[in-house]
Nanobody, 125 residues
Framework: QVQLVESGGGLVQAGGSLRLSCAAS????????MGWFRQAPGKEREFVAA????????YYTDSVKGRFTISRDDAKNTVYLQMNSLKPEDAAVYYC??????????????????WGQGTQVTVSS
């Protein structure tokens, strides 16, 4: 069992930056690949980024490539999402999730075993 708690969301102007954190407790996070998803009002939850168990491989949806960076610190059982050059279309509730599935499933929300409660990101234009 893993509990995930996100933090770091807030209100930022377009072009600004935020760093989201996801603290894991329970079973060590290094057992899992970790992902970030987001959901805007009226839209489906979408994949944002994922990082492999080792941290050696990262994956991003096209719309955030070059702007967002996912990383992990297993000593702290924490995963981060550094978000730069934020756009109004990045506004959403951001969720962190953990999976034991392989990399072919990293973009698929139902393949994740554990989810956090989400943190709101608002981007003003």
């Amino acid at each position: 069992q893993v509990q995930l708690v996100e933090s770091g969301g807030g209100l930022v102007q377009a072009g600004g930056s935020l760093r989201l954190s996801c603290a894991a407790s329970g079973r060590t996070s290094s057992t899992y690949a970790m992902g970030w998803f987001r959901q805007a009002p009226g839209k489906e939850r979408e994949f944002v980024a994922a990082i492999s168990r080792s941290g050696g491989n990262t994956y991003y949806t096209d719309s955030v490539k070059g702007r967002f960076t996912i990383s992990r610190d297993d000593a702290k059982n924490t995963v981060y999402l550094q978000m730069n050059s934020l756009k109004p279309e990045d506004a959403a509730v951001y969720y962190c999730a953990a999976t034991t599935s392989g990399s072919y499933s990293y973009t698929v929300a139902p393949r994740y075993d554990y989810w956090g409660q989400g943190t709101q990101v608002t981007v003003s234009s």
